[in-house]
């Protein structure tokens, strides 16, 4: 299914997409960030900070805390702030990727959904899959938003990424 290459590829796209994103959304003004663009969350803003909590999630999840959101903060209320906190759980995610091996990959990651009481249980590569996925399913959103906004966000294509 994956390989821990795969990982570390994607993580370092991950961090490559994340700062393109984030310099093309620093040109733009706080409002314009802000404003309602019909996106699921809304804003630019608000899809980069559901990115910023869904991934710190998912890093717990897959460093054995079943109920991550207990322990879940708000999300800046500054965009530099942002952008600090993206940057670090950038390198984060890169590090962690890092040091994966074909047995890391192996078995379940389980947790419960919303803090609830339900638990879930699914393989650790479905979830690293799902993890790099959804990151590049909002970050598409994202990209459509700034470019509707005037901004110019860098290429996003795969085999562009920088060695």
Request: aromatic content about 8%.
């Amino acid at each position: 299914m994956i390989h821990p290459d795969y990982c570390r590829m994607m993580a370092r796209y991950n961090s490559w997409q994340n700062t393109s994103l984030l310099d093309a959304a620093a040109t733009l003004t706080e409002q314009a960030r802000r404003l309602d663009r019909g996106a699921f969350f809304g804003s630019i803003t608000a899809t980069f900070e559901h990115l910023l909590q869904d991934d710190a999630l998912w890093l717990a999840r897959f460093g054995g805390n079943p109920r991550p959101e207990d322990q879940t903060t708000p999300p800046p209320s500054v965009f530099d702030e942002l952008i600090r906190q993206r940057s670090a759980l950038d390198h984060q995610i890169e590090a962690w990727c890092a040091n994966l091996g074909d047995k890391d990959l192996d078995g379940d990651v389980i947790w419960y959904p919303g803090g609830g009481t339900i638990r879930a249980s699914k393989p650790r590569r479905l979830c690293l899959m799902h993890m790099f996925n959804h990151q590049t399913h909002h970050r598409g959103q994202v990209h459509a938003m700034l470019t509707a906004a005037g901004a110019a966000p860098g290429v996003t294509d795969l085999p562009m990424l920088p060695s």
